[in-house]
């Protein structure tokens, strides 16, 4: 793709210098969404302003430092890398010329109760590791492989289109598609059907927590992120994920986008229907020929606009609609390192109570399950040496759930550190604490303004996808666009990506501005 690309930047920069670069394009927040739109349409031509709330990019993608510790806020891992360095192709650059990609291999460690299985991309040494911990179910694994590749080339072509209007929703592509969705059946329903082990099933079905769901909920075609680990792999950038975000704001300002930090936005201007610019808390006003909102989704249609603007998504809509879990987060920085795997899941002894409780928004006992990224093994920067930056999350309910979470903060923090001392093997980590910062769900909304909490944004339902989704081109405003979690691919960073990019696509179209991309869908 790189090649392919590269061989016709000259003629599309010859192209793009006919475009006079007069037309504004305003961008609120500086997520990884909003970024992947500002470095390409401003290398495109166009005029780009970035306005982020905090005084540093990434949103949920940044970073913060705890003494000598720093830690991710949010995404812990890059997956489906091949979007994010097309994205920086289609910005004029490289990944690798900008950060020191690191394949993890095995990817992770899953901790069950009696067991654990460490699953990896290199397909022997899978079928090795399925052997050892499930004697007998090796052999399913290249029908897996198979079968999820099928539903993968069916499927993510129709997440890179945009489905701003009818038409493109009833695309034949999307109809040939309709096979693969696997429908009426979840997520677990399929990996159990193919493994007929419910350990090993979970361990090609816990990603449905990316999407914030249930293995039991979310929808069966999303068997197609196992796939995409397993036949591509996962990378850690060292620095820290947020090294993504940041290398996407120089390669944003090297091409002409002005980021202005610390510059929160009070509302969207709109008259007569369209979006016209921005007013900042400071009373500032910036008027822009297109707006692409980079907020969490529900935040921004609840607080953004004036009351009565949006109808489809008023706030007395947004009540009504399904969203992701939340997550408790504690963040520690170690005076030692323990001999724990880059990443490591501690499934709960009784992981289908644990996961109802969560999305029944119940809130969970201590049997929990617990997230662990012990990055220091692989990243030498994140820490001094002999020292180590735990990063630490647990799913929970959203806000729905009622919990008082100032309450209830310091017995979950108990509980949690204790699981990861007798179950993580992580004896004495009490003593060893330099540093800690804990994030509950409440967190979330008051610090990083995420509707009830709901980290992983909107639910991944059948009937809050694709058209159904809030759509790249806003239906509800005109020259309004959405970048992030909250609208069409959906969330995790791949898709966040690919948000912006469709952002970025449509507006170059509207303003017949040549460009080469490899997404030819949007």
């Given at each position: 793709?790189?090649?392919?690309?590269?061989?016709?930047?000259?003629?599309?920069?010859?192209?793009?210098?006919?475009?006079?670069?007069?037309?504004?394009?305003?961008?609120?927040?500086?997520?990884?969404?909003?970024?992947?739109?500002?470095?390409?349409?401003?290398?495109?031509?166009?005029?780009?302003?970035?306005?982020?709330?905090?005084?540093?990019?990434?949103?949920?993608?940044?970073?913060?430092?705890?003494?000598?510790?720093?830690?991710?806020?949010?995404?812990?891992?890059?997956?489906?890398?091949?979007?994010?360095?097309?994205?920086?192709?289609?910005?004029?650059?490289?990944?690798?010329?900008?950060?020191?990609?690191?394949?993890?291999?095995?990817?992770?460690?899953?901790?069950?109760?009696?067991?654990?299985?460490?699953?990896?991309?290199?397909?022997?040494?899978?079928?090795?590791?399925?052997?050892?911990?499930?004697?007998?179910?090796?052999?399913?694994?290249?029908?897996?492989?198979?079968?999820?590749?099928?539903?993968?080339?069916?499927?993510?072509?129709?997440?890179?289109?945009?489905?701003?209007?009818?038409?493109?929703?009833?695309?034949?592509?999307?109809?040939?598609?309709?096979?693969h969705l696997a429908l009426g059946r979840s997520l677990y329903d399929v990996m159990y059907k193919n493994f007929r082990e419910q350990e090993l099933a979970l361990s090609f079905t816990f990603q449905a927590k990316y999407l914030g769901m249930s293995p039991w909920e979310c929808p069966g075609l999303f068997a197609i992120i196992p796939y995409i680990e397993h036949a591509f792999g996962i990378y850690h950038p060292i620095g820290g994920l947020s090294r993504i975000s940041e290398c996407m704001a120089e390669t944003a300002r090297i091409n002409g986008a002005a980021i202005h930090l610390g510059a929160p936005v009070k509302q969207i201007i709109v008259r007569n229907g369209k979006a016209r610019g921005v007013e900042l808390k400071s009373g500032e006003k910036i008027e822009a020929d297109e707006v692409i909102i980079n907020a969490d989704f529900s935040y921004a249609a609840e607080t953004l606009f004036a009351p009565g603007v949006l109808k489809k998504y008023s706030p007395e809509k947004l009540k009504k609609k399904k969203f992701?879990?939340?997550?408790?987060?504690?963040?520690?920085?170690?005076?030692?390192?323990?001999?724990?795997?880059?990443?490591?899941?501690?499934?709960?002894?009784?992981?289908?109570?644990?996961?109802?409780?969560?999305?029944?928004?119940?809130?969970?006992?201590?049997?929990?399950?617990?997230?662990?990224?012990?990055?220091?093994?692989?990243?030498?920067?994140?820490?001094?040496?002999?020292?180590?930056?735990?990063?630490?999350?647990?799913?929970?309910?959203?806000?729905?759930?009622?919990?008082?979470w100032k309450e209830k903060r310091a017995a979950f923090r108990e509980i949690i550190l204790g699981i990861m001392e007798t179950r993580g093997g992580m004896s004495g980590l009490r003593s060893h604490i330099m540093q800690e910062k804990v994030m509950t769900p409440a967190d979330w909304r008051e610090d990083l303004n995420v509707y009830a909490g709901a980290t992983f944004n909107l639910a991944h339902s059948l009937d809050q996808m694709i058209h159904l989704r809030p759509r790249n081109k806003f239906e509800e405003v005109d020259h309004c666009y959405l970048a992030g979690g909250g609208t069409h691919p959906g969330s995790g960073l791949p898709t966040i990506y690919e948000s912006g990019r469709i952002a970025a696509n449509l507006i170059s179209r509207k303003y017949k501005v040549p460009f080469v991309s490899a997404n030819h869908f949007a």
């Open positions: 793709m790189k090649r392919a690309l590269w061989s016709v930047r000259a003629t599309e920069r010859t192209a793009m210098k006919k475009f006079s670069g007069d037309k504004h394009i305003l961008i609120t927040g500086a997520g990884p969404g909003g970024l992947t739109a500002a470095m390409i349409l401003a290398r495109r031509g166009f005029r780009v302003s970035v306005y982020e709330a905090k005084d540093q990019v990434g949103g949920r993608n940044g970073a913060f430092r705890l003494g000598s510790y720093t830690f991710d806020i949010g995404p812990t891992f890059l997956m489906l890398r091949s979007i994010l360095d097309e994205v920086f192709e289609e910005a004029g650059t490289h990944t690798d010329d900008l950060m020191d990609m690191r394949r993890l291999e095995p990817m992770y460690r899953l901790q069950f109760k009696d067991r654990f299985i460490e699953p990896a991309t290199n397909h022997g040494r899978m079928e090795a590791e399925i052997a050892r911990c499930f004697p007998g179910q090796e052999t399913r694994y290249a029908r897996f492989f198979e079968r999820e590749k099928q539903r993968f080339d069916a499927l993510y072509p129709c997440l890179q289109k945009s489905y701003h209007s009818l038409s493109a929703f009833l695309s034949l592509r999307l109809m040939k598609a309709v096979p992701s879990c939340s997550t408790f987060m504690i963040y520690l920085g170690l005076d030692k390192q323990y001999a724990l795997p880059h990443h490591t899941i501690l499934f709960a002894k009784d992981y289908r109570k644990n996961v109802d409780d969560i999305f029944h928004l119940r809130e969970p006992g201590n049997d929990l399950s617990v997230y662990i990224r012990n990055a220091s093994v692989t990243d030498p920067t994140l820490a001094p040496e002999g020292h180590s930056a735990v990063y630490v999350l647990v799913p929970m309910p959203n806000l729905r759930s009622g919990t008082d």
